[in-house]
């Protein structure tokens, strides 16, 4: 390859118009040029090739992707085709860390579909493992035409669509682990692409976050998860961090219990700054982070004691887990109103098992009890405000 960009170098050198001057003066500074174009060369052939990260590993994921090979391979530099591989990446590479923590026979059921109006998905489920209760990890890619609720819901928070039949084009990956003893916390992620179309053009942006959601509050667990969140963050804006964070206190709440589904994470929307790869390379920050903030919790809790007693706590705590997945989730909510929907897909969230009991309230100073009381009031995990103050 040295070889190859060294000849291009002299190639590209004999055609730039400063060569004859370059040829009439001393070797060091012609030998300069060939090695700053050779550079040149190089550092493009790295950047191709960095391009090509997600293309070159086909053969590693879950099931064939949506859109035929031969179209990825060929459109790399469309956002679409990086987004999906993207996706079919982080899938894979959760799956098969999820499968480690299992029992040999544990696997995922993956179930890869398609829908008419275009695209499809990838639903991977593992149900009744000796860890993980019920597991999914689901990708789509899908096409076609707003339905009239999503255009309603995406103006509520401030787009601006025009009337009429809008194409779109969205993919994404979701995922929510329910794992089997009350000590792991469940996790859920999810991060998304969209494209529409109108008579201006197209409109793009990205969504998306990671949050968690214990049954029994460990402390040390919620500062490893939001440490490494931050961290994902902080390579792109040192801001991004609180912003979504708030966000996402804000987002996973509960109004009719007045609390928040769990201890939080990052959660955002319509990212279309500052600029499409620049916000890409965040999302795949994000979704990159995903594994460890959650396998050392995994690793460290998955054999904990527990009783009867801790496993109907855990079952009372799911049950609001589906109350704000089918009452307030947007995402379920685009799902269920998107036309030829996948709803065994889209439900997929929903844990194996769950516990509705009539007027429950925990018993005053118990660890269920230390757990709500953080519910209702989010807890600044990594003491940044106190930091802040500090320094002022």
């Known amino acids: 390859m040295s070889f190859k960009i060294v000849s291009r170098s002299f190639q590209t050198l004999s055609y730039v118009g400063t060569y004859k001057k370059l040829r009439n003066r001393h070797l060091k500074l012609y030998c300069a040029a060939i090695i700053g174009t ?33 179209q990825l391979t060929k459109n790399q530099a469309d956002m679409k085709a990086q987004m999906e591989l993207l996706i079919m990446r ?7 860390a999820l499968e480690a923590e299992e029992d040999k026979e544990a696997k ?29 990890v689901n990708i789509s890619v899908v096409s076609g035409t707003l339905p009239p609720a999503a255009v309603q819901q995406m103006r509520s928070r401030g787009r601006t669509l025009q009337d009429g ?17 009350p000590m792991v916390p469940t996790i ?59 966000w996402c206190d804000d987002y996973f709440h509960i109004p009719h219990r007045g609390e928040r589904r769990g201890v939080g994470g ?7 700054y500052p600029s499409q790869k620049k916000a890409f390379d965040f999302v795949t920050s994000c979704a990159e982070a995903v594994i ?12 904990a004691a527990y009783g009867y007693h801790e496993r109907q706590w855990q079952l009372l705590r799911r049950g609001r887990y589906v109350e704000f997945n089918l009452i307030y989730d947007r995402g379920t909510k685009f799902g269920l109103h998107t036309p030829q929907a996948r709803y065994e897909s889209i439900l997929m969230s929903l844990p ?41």
């Open 352 to 392: 194996l098992n769950a516990k509705w009991e009539y007027m429950h309230v925990p018993k005053p100073g118990s660890e269920e009890d230390k757990l709500t009381q953080v519910l209702k009031e989010p807890r600044d995990w990594l003491n940044i405000d106190k930091q802040k103050r500090m320094k002022a």
């Open 90 to 96: 982080i899938q894979a590479e959760f799956c098969r």
């Open 188 to 246: 859920h992620f999810n991060y998304r692409y969209f494209e529409v179309t109108d008579k201006d053009g197209v409109q793009w942006w990205f969504g998306g976050g990671t949050d968690l959601t214990p049954y029994y509050l460990n402390e040390e667990d919620a500062v490893l998860f939001h440490t490494a969140l931050k961290n994902a963050c902080d390579k792109h804006d040192k801001s991004y961090y609180a912003k979504f964070k708030k």
């Open 38 to 70: 050779g550079y040149a060369a190089y550092s493009q052939h790295k950047n191709n090739k960095a391009h090509m990260k997600e293309a070159i590993q086909l053969k590693k994921y879950m099931a064939e992707p949506i859109t035929p090979v031969d």
């Open 165 to 181: 039949a809008l194409p779109f084009f969205a993919c994404g990956v979701s995922a929510v682990i329910h794992p089997r003893n």
């Open 292 to 303: 460890p903030s959650y396998l050392p919790i995994v690793k460290k809790r998955k054999d």
């Open 108 to 136: 995922f059921k993956v179930d890869r579909w398609t829908r008419a109006e275009g695209g499809g998905g990838i639903t991977c489920v593992l149900q009744d493992g000796r860890v993980f209760e019920k597991a999914g």
């Open 266 to 272: 990052i959660f955002f929307d319509d990212v279309d």
